[in-house]
């Protein structure tokens, strides 16, 4: 158990619809990274933020986007979802000891299943 | 812009088969390289962090070592429970310090 936390497990749901994905770092986890794998591809970096702030964007598209509030959990919303959307979502959280740039190995969530139908 | 290439794709080996991954990089500056092991479905389990070159780690039957352009994790007496996917992944040294993953050997040891 990474100590990582994603809500929920699964989630199915119809092309054009909107969903929210949540994740809960690693207690004293300042960063949150949110990655896209699509079956049998790779880990695509989607989006960082540091203790509430956007850090850096990856490939995320403009449908996408995220937060992290106060308490340092963080969500990410996909609108306008279409069929190529489907794919294992995973947070992963890292210390970050110096200013918001990552110096510690990042650990990750069991990640969120998405099947749009 | 940073690259990791993992070989063999996929690696198929014997109980007690003891085999070498590899992971070929190509980044600006390197701050570390990483791996983790993924089972079918669930995340990245973080197994090592590399530093610089000639720097070695171990853990049980795996030991990962680095040179400056490519690290090994070795496997040495498999077991079926180690069969997954082995992940690589590089941090640059840079303003963001962005991490690349590659895509991965999947190792599948027969009993």
């Known amino acids: 158990d990474s100590g990582v936390t994603q809500t929920p497990k699964h989630l199915i749901t119809a092309t054009g619809q909107r969903v929210t994905l949540r994740c809960s770092p690693r207690s004293g986890d300042l960063s949150v990274y949110w990655y896209q794998q699509s079956l049998d591809q790779g880990l695509q970096f989607l989006i960082q933020y540091y203790n509430g702030e956007e850090r850096a964007k990856g490939n995320i598209l403009e449908r996408f986007s995220a937060q992290q509030f106060p308490d340092l959990h963080s969500e990410l919303n996909l609108s306008s979802l279409e069929l190529g959307d489907s794919a294992l979502y995973f947070c992963?959280?890292?210390?970050?000891?110096?200013?918001?740039?990552?110096?510690?190995?990042?650990?990750f969530g069991p990640g969120t299943r998405l099947t749009v139908l | 812009e940073d690259q990791v290439t993992q070989s063999p794709e996929a690696l198929r080996l014997q109980e007690g088969e003891s085999s070498s991954l590899n992971c070929s990089y190509t980044v600006s500056g390197l701050r570390g390289l990483f791996w983790y092991r993924q089972d079918p479905g669930k995340g990245p389990e973080f197994l090592f962090t590399l530093y610089s070159a000639g720097e070695e780690k171990e853990k049980e039957r795996l030991k990962a070592t680095l040179t400056k352009k490519e690290s090994f994790l070795h496997i040495t007496a498999p077991k079926p429970e180690d069969s997954a996917t082995y992940l690589c992944?590089?941090?640059?040294?840079?303003?963001?310090?962005?991490?690349?993953f590659g895509t991965g050997t999947k190792l599948q040891v027969i009993p």
């Open positions: 992944a590089v941090q640059n040294s840079g303003g963001y310090q962005k991490v690349t």
């Open positions: 992963a959280s890292s210390v970050d000891r110096r200013g918001g740039v990552s110096t510690d190995t990042q650990y």
